[in-house]
């Protein structure tokens, strides 16, 4: 973090690398790489370095992070340098062997940015999330088989077993925890956030889990990790098709199927043809026609219908959300939200970073309730985006504060945080991953020295 000073992670891989080395080495058919001299001095001594690559659905980012030690600890810095290839490795289905070359570019952005003596000590991982989730299995395995060749061929050190594999929502969620409440020093200071992170497909909600409630949660809400050498466990949900993008699906979906041309969620003057194509989701249900009535109140009812009804509990407590587990005490804790939290926040021109889910609600009937000529001519979105994006603003403002309010339980005027950044840092979940894998690093080597 820019002129700060953070107590270490603690990290000895000196003894791993090597091990790992040559055991990769023998998997490949290939003699070793040759080591520096007193190689586990070295690694020591001077800086590492570890490389996630997120594969996303539009692309991969490599993201290189640099730590330096200082004795058995380790200061990671969450500024780094990335860059992003497209297209996403799903659009290899039909071709999985061009998907390891695809990394060619990152691969050699490594190089650029990794001292050479210190390729062969320095890991990748590469993580896949929504766009191979979607592909069956056997197609998705064929292309992380061909991304791992390409990884393992290279100088970088690569776990052909764990390096490459496809993440769930709770990873994210954990990962995205993380990194906030790193670069937020509550690991100094211990007073936790719990996160909230609104994509386009998904929602992660993430918070620790209190001493009550660990071993408790339900299997797919819960991810675990040590930094340290202490162990950590959250409650993480990943809510698949609450993202903002199909959330509002959700919602065209019931309108064109129920042959309703009244859209409550766009503003009233504004129109589109059954056969006008539709830039975006939000700009109404596609193969019907779309009349926006511009009303505030039947939007939320349709949002709530949809996407929040009252769903059976089955659990010690849940939230709005598909009668899913949540805890207790959730609404209670200190909540960071971002992604589209903050897009949208900053579009409706809300006080950032402190604000309340009511906000967006207030925000949201004022826009909703303009005609598409006027807002047209206002001053919104109150940021630098497109007069494109206007079509969004009145059902993301109406849907964020009813994902608070009703599906996680916030209090209307409970003080939240909306931010994309800490301290000029981006939040990022690739951080939290950093730390996690080098974390797993040291506890490795620790175990194989005791």
């Not at 604000?355 to 598409?372: L, M, Y």
Request: charged fraction near 20%; proline fraction near 6%; charge should be negative.
């Amino acid at each position: 973090m820019r002129g700060s000073t953070r107590r270490g992670l603690p990290l000895v891989v000196g003894a791993l690398v090597i091990v790992a080395l040559l055991a990769l080495a023998r998997t490949l058919g290939h003699p070793p790489p040759s080591l520096p001299r007193n190689g586990e001095t070295f690694i020591e001594e001077g800086p590492g370095y570890v490389t996630i690559i997120d594969a996303g659905s539009s692309g991969c980012r490599a993201h290189v992070f640099k730590y330096t030690r200082v004795g058995v600890s380790v200061s990671l810095d969450p500024r780094h340098e990335s860059l992003k290839v497209r297209p996403g490795l799903s659009t290899f289905v039909d071709d999985p062997a061009a998907a390891g070359r695809s990394l060619d570019p990152l691969l050699d952005f490594m190089r650029g940015q990794i001292p050479e003596p210190m390729w062969m000590s320095s890991p990748v991982y590469l993580k896949a999330t929504a766009g191979l989730r979607m592909l069956p299995l056997d197609r998705s395995e064929a292309i992380l088989e061909s991304v791992r060749g390409t990884l393992a061929a290279s100088e970088f050190m690569f776990d052909v077993d764990d390096g490459a594999k496809i993440i769930a929502g709770t990873d994210e969620g954990g990962f995205g925890w993380l990194s906030v409440n790193y670069l937020m020093h509550n690991f100094e200071n211990e007073h936790w956030t719990a996160v909230v992170e609104m994509g386009g497909a998904s929602a992660q909600v993430t918070e620790l889990a209190r001493s009550n409630l660990r071993g408790r949660i339900p299997d797919g809400s819960s991810f675990s990790f040590a930094v340290g050498g202490k162990k950590y466990d959250l409650y993480a949900n990943s809510y698949l098709g609450y993202g903002l993008e199909q959330a509002r699906e959700k919602i065209n979906a019931v309108l064109r199927d129920e042959n309703r041309n009244e859209d409550p969620c766009l503003y009233e003057g504004y129109a589109k043809s059954a056969s006008d194509e539709r830039d975006s989701v939000y700009d109404g249900a596609p193969g019907i026609q779309v009349a926006g009535a511009g009303d505030f109140g039947n939007c939320r009812a349709l949002v709530e219908t949809v996407l929040f009804p009252q769903t059976p509990c089955s659990h010690a407590s849940c939230s709005r959300i598909q009668g899913a587990f949540q805890p207790k005490d959730l609404p209670e804790a200190n909540v960071l939200a971002f992604e589209n939290f903050y897009y949208t926040a900053s579009m409706l021109g809300l006080h950032q970073p402190d604000t309340q889910p009511q906000q967006f609600r207030f925000e949201a009937k004022k826009v909703c309730n303009t005609h598409w000529t006027d807002l047209l001519a206002s001053d919104y979105p109150k940021d630098d985006s497109d007069k494109a994006d206007l079509t969004k603003l009145c059902f993301s403002g109406v849907y964020l504060a009813m994902f608070l309010e009703k599906g996680l339980g916030l209090q209307p005027d409970k003080k939240i945080t909306v931010q994309q950044t800490v301290d000029g840092n981006g939040i990022d979940w690739s951080l939290g991953a950093a730390i996690h894998e080098t974390s797993k690093l040291a506890a490795a080597a620790a175990a194989a020295r005791a």
